[in-house]
């Protein structure tokens, strides 16, 4: 059963190891000159607050649950999880792939952007925060860790505050068009959020 955990876990290090490894490729081949962007060290303020803010809450209300298993060990989880992770790796790599040059690791806009409504951006506005949040989600199910549960909500919500950010500077930049776009695809999760 040992095993079968540290063989789990390590097939979820490696699937999110390689989806890093393509976002980098992938966001250093398709650069393209950037027209407008919010400052990094205000982006990186943001993070930074909001993620010691979540940590010292969760450590003040339970700080021995941190590393304590809420799912119970089980090849089901471990199975379950790792589909999830990947479906949801999947829909943000056809999101990124649909985005093209448009794409920016902080909100910017680029020269010749355009408002992207193809592909997973029929469903959602912004699909690559959907399934990171998905894969995810099947993470902390396929590895039962509470951390990576407390991790989901906090990536939810910095990935709120990122897409409202992205949200206005698309508004500036494209006004009715994309305010026409936003009433009529949800944010998150298609017919929900």
């Known amino acids: 059963k040992e095993d079968t955990m540290e063989t789990g876990e390590s097939l979820f290090v490696t699937i999110w190891i390689a989806f ?20 990094r060290l205000s982006y990186f303020l943001y993070g930074i607050v909001w993620v010691t803010l979540c940590l010292v809450l969760v450590n003040w209300l339970s700080p021995d649950i941190i590393g304590d298993r809420i799912i119970p060990e089980g090849i089901g989880f471990t199975i379950a999880g790792l589909l999830i992770t990947v479906t949801g790796l999947a829909f943000a790599i056809w999101a990124r792939v649909h985005l093209g040059k448009n794409w920016s690791g902080m909100p910017a806009i680029r020269e010749q952007h355009t408002i992207t409504r193809t592909g997973p951006y029929r469903f959602v506005r912004h699909p690559i925060y959907s399934g990171l949040i998905l894969a995810l989600t099947g993470t902390a199910i396929g590895t039962g860790y509470f951390w990576i549960f407390c991790c989901v909500l906090l990536i939810f919500g910095l990935f709120v505050i990122k897409f409202r950010l992205e949200e206005k500077f698309l508004e500036d930049e494209f006004g009715e068009e994309y305010a026409r776009y936003k009433r009529d695809v949800k944010a998150l999760i298609p017919l929900l959020i």
């Open 20 to 39: 890093y490894a393509y976002w980098l490729i992938s966001a250093w081949k398709t650069r393209s000159p950037v027209k407008r962007k919010q400052s």
